[in-house]
T-cell receptor, first 113, second 114 residues
């Protein structure tokens, strides 16, 4: 069964720290991987999408990497700010899945001022 | 640009009642889907559609029906509500399959079944 795992479930860091969120997935035949942000009581906002042929994507202070062979992706957040506090979810689309995504359970990030 | 609009935002039902959660998108997206989000379970796919007139089941379809008569709308029907269907429901869409394109989510509908 295809699964997506995110560790840790929660993370607390002081403001200004660089941090890495981890995502692992079974089965390397993925189509793409997406990182989302979810604020409490809100919907999900797409942050970065990495196609299976890519190694990384960057947007501002965010950098996502993909290593298909090891079944891992990381989301790097530089110079964290209190406004980065949210739950970050990783989602994987596999080949033959008709475009559907399987989500990890997320990492809840708290950035302390 | 409204994006993905879900109504209602909150709903309380009694066991056995039926209702429809509405989802509309104005981006001309072919792919639409419904997820439910439960504490400790993450997001799970209920039903999805790859175009008007085409629907299929996801991971947890039991107790739910969908239809896709237009590109814009993808309603989710609860036939006979049960307490196990208490959850937050999200509708999402993308240009084509979510595996190829960014998935855009609605703000969610919180459903409580008593």
């Amino acid at each position: 069964k295809q699964e997506v795992t995110q560790i840790p479930a929660a993370l607390s860091v002081p403001e200004g720290e660089n941090l890495v969120l981890n995502c692992s997935f079974t089965d390397s035949a993925i189509y793409n991987l997406q990182w989302f942000r979810q604020d409490p009581g809100k919907g999900l906002t797409s942050l970065l999408l990495i196609q299976s042929s890519q190694r990384e994507q960057t947007s501002g202070r965010l950098n996502a990497s993909l290593d298909k062979s090891s079944g891992r992706s990381t989301l790097y957040i530089a110079a964290s700010q209190p406004g980065d506090s949210a739950t970050y979810l990783c989602a994987v689309g596999w080949e033959g899945s008709q475009g559907n995504l399987i989500f990890g359970k997320g990492t809840k990030l708290s950035v302390k001022p | 640009n409204a994006g993905v609009t879900q109504t209602p935002k909150f709903q309380v039902l009694k066991t056995g009642q039926s209702m429809t959660l509405q989802c509309a998108q104005d981006m001309n997206h072919e792919y639409m889907s419904w997820y439910r989000q439960d504490p400790g379970m993450g997001l799970r796919l209920i039903h999805y559609s790859v175009g008007a007139g085409i629907t299929d089941q996801g991971e947890v379809p039991n107790g739910y029906n969908v239809s896709r008569s237009t590109t814009e709308d993808f309603p989710l029907r609860l036939l006979s509500a049960a307490p196990s269907q208490t959850s937050v429901y999200f509708c999402a869409s993308s240009v084509q399959g979510a595996g190829a394109n960014v998935l855009t989510f609605g703000a969610g509908s919180r459903l409580t079944v008593l």
